[in-house]
Antibody, heavy 117, light 107 residues
Framework: EVQLVESGGTLVQPGGSLRLSCSASGFTFSSYIMHWVRQAPGKGLEYVSTISNDGGSTYHGDSVKGRFTISRDNSKNTLYLQMSSLRAEDTAVYYC??????????WGRGTLVTVSS | DIQMTQSPSSLSASVGDRVTITCRASQGISDYLAWYQQKPGKVPKLLIYAASTLQSGVPSRFSGSASGTTYTLTISSLQPEDVATYYCQKYDAAPRTFGQGTKLDIK
């Protein structure tokens, strides 16, 4: 059974940093592209970042470019999102997502990041 | 970047009605288009991928179609359990942009 478990969400002050983790199991982690998606309270889904299966290629959405960095450790079956220069508008539930064009689609339960003083 | 414009933003319909939600891509995405359903407090659920392929386990009243860069999600006969917010998402390449969402409820 595929499981994606996010952790690391907490209350952080504006301008602060935080690292989210996503522990993956039940599939060959190193074979799949992985994503982060977020959802602000009461708002829609927003794409955040993508990383290739070997970690050699990454993409970040415009709203987080230059502030967030996606990475992975295939030896630990773990996906990361390093977030810095956090703003109030980064407050959201952050989801770790396995999504393949063949219809494979799994989401973690999410971890809440709150940016507030 | 390719923009995804979803409409309407909200919709109210009666049980048994046929419901249509539209998503328009600003450029071609080769039908790399998915539809998600999200119920309050729940994780999004994949309904349709490749514009028209029904995900396993999804009721057949849901269908997807494409015409050029316009994509449509149709619920043939609305059921009470279909109350949710629906999102389209392109996945031809990063960024995998979502539409703004359509909140569907029962009239």
């Amino acid at each position: 059974e595929v499981q994606l478990v996010e952790s690391g969400g907490t209350l952080v002050q504006p301008g602060g940093s935080l690292r989210l983790s996503c522990s993956a199991s039940g599939f060959t982690f190193s074979s799949y592209i992985m994503h982060w998606v977020r959802q602000a309270p009461g708002k829609g889904l927003e794409y955040v970042s993508t990383i290739s299966n070997d970690g050699g290629s990454t993409y970040h959405g415009d709203s987080v470019k230059g502030r967030f960095t996606i990475s992975r450790d295939n030896s630990k079956n773990t996906l990361y999102l390093q977030m810095s220069s956090l703003r109030a508008e980064d407050t959201a539930v952050y989801y770790c997502v396995l999504s393949h064009s063949s219809g494979v689609d799994y989401w973690g339960r999410g971890t809440l990041v709150t940016v507030s003083s | 970047d390719i923009q995804m414009t979803q409409s309407p933003s909200s919709l109210s319909a009666s049980v048994g009605d046929r419901v249509t939600i539209t998503c328009r891509a600003s450029q071609g995405i080769s039908d790399y288009l998915a539809w998600y359903q999200q119920k309050p407090g729940k994780v999004p659920k994949l309904l349709i991928y490749a514009a028209s392929t029904l995900q396993s386990g999804v009721p057949s009243r849901f269908s997807g179609s494409a015409s050029g860069t316009t994509y449509t999600l149709t619920i043939s006969s609305l059921q009470p359990e279909d109350v949710a917010t629906y999102y389209c998402q392109k996945y031809d390449a990063a960024p995998r942009t979502f539409g703004q969402g359509t909140k569907l409820d029962i009239k």
